[in-house]
């Protein structure tokens, strides 16, 4: 199912191997690579085909084994989730239930802002609190990209990466370089969207996010 995305291999590894050395909690925390059980359950729920990225990543790393913050990968607070929590995210908001999401299944096209959640939106990561990061399969040229959904809010801030690839890219350049995770997205940002870059840091063997609150470059402060 799908082609091997070696740069996701890359970025992995290089994650890896830093989270082992500083962050051993976190480390700890990443779940087995996903089976091809949960990823042909995952292809049937969402019903049409995941972008290799995303499918190399779950052949890495089932998310990680318990939501209790110790796997705080992803910037700003996010949890990577493991296949069954995806579906199960899934079922509450686009399953029968949900028919208004189904409606609107391919609603405009993919970074485009939405106030259901979609049923072509694939949660891959939680902050425990209603809010998740999700990959976008509507159709266009952004197919494939990384937004946050806002439990309370929806999604219109515009995609914080342009796929899975480049997500785990800016997080591994992140921890080895010391550099701001989400730059880029802040810097591209529609002018009233307020945004924050981060930064890795350890607290008690867990990677942690500090969060610097950027203005946007056009508005001159």
């Known amino acids: ?27 700890a925390a990443l779940a087995p690579p996903a089976s091809d ?3 042909r359950a995952m292809r049937d729920d969402v019903g049409k085909n995941l972008p290799d990225d995303l ?15 110790n ?5 700003p607070f996010f949890e990577p989730c493991s296949l069954h929590d995806v579906l199960a995210k899934r079922s509450i908001r686009v399953g029968s239930g949900a028919p208004t999401a189904i409606h609107n299944a391919t609603a405009a096209t993919a970074g485009s802002p939405a106030g259901a959640f979609l049923a072509s939106f ?12 999700f990959v976008d399969l509507r159709p266009g040229p952004r197919h494939g990209c990384v937004q946050h ?69 056009l508005l001159g402060r």
């Open 149 to 217: 959904w806002s439990g309370e809010d929806g999604t219109d801030g515009g995609p914080w990466w342009t796929g899975v690839a480049d997500m785990l890219a800016d997080v591994a350049g992140a921890l080895h370089t010391g550099s701001e995770a989400r730059r880029r997205y802040v810097e591209t940002r529609e002018q009233h969207v307020q945004a924050s870059t981060n930064q890795a840091a350890v607290d008690d063997g867990r990677l942690v996010w500090t969060s610097t609150p950027r203005d946007h470059p």
């Open 122 to 133: 694939v949660p891959i990561a939680a902050d425990g609190g209603g809010d998740l990061l």
């Open 1 to 27: 199912m799908g082609t091997v995305d070696a740069s996701v291999v890359d970025s992995w590894r290089g994650i890896t191997s830093w989270l082992e050395i500083h962050a051993p909690v976190t480390f």
């Open 55 to 69: 499918i190399t990543w779950w052949r890495l790393c089932n998310g990680t084994g318990l939501a209790d913050g």
């Open 37 to 39: 059980e949960d990823l």
């Open 71 to 75: 796997g705080m990968l992803l910037p």
